[in-house]
């Protein structure tokens, strides 16, 4: 269970990382540098990645059978990841 909250605080976690910069930008119309949108994002989808790992982990343990969507879509996010830092 404690896992699972884990995943949730993470998941939120990356949710405001997105929403709490576009808001600031939407409300006082001043523009943010690049630099941070990217390391926003970029952070977001560490986030993201981490609540993900705990999720097929979790599953994996419970149902003892491995989880191979899961681990497609942590090896999908990270090639994602990779590619945005390296550009």
Not at 16 to 39: H, M, R
Not at 52 to 70: E, F, M, N, P, S
Request: hydrophobic residues 60%; positive net charge; without cysteine.
């Amino acid at each position: 269970m404690k896992n699972n909250k884990l995943s949730l605080i993470l998941y939120l976690i990356a949710v405001l990382l997105i929403f709490i910069p576009i808001s600031i930008v939407l409300v006082t119309d001043n523009a943010f540098n690049s630099f941070y949108s990217e390391i926003f994002v970029n952070t977001a989808f560490i986030f993201v990645i981490v609540g993900r790992i705990l999720t097929v982990v979790k599953k994996t343990i419970a149902d003892r059978k491995v989880q191979w969507a899961g681990i497609g879509s942590i090896t999908g996010l990270l090639i994602l990841l990779v590619w945005e830092v390296l550009r």
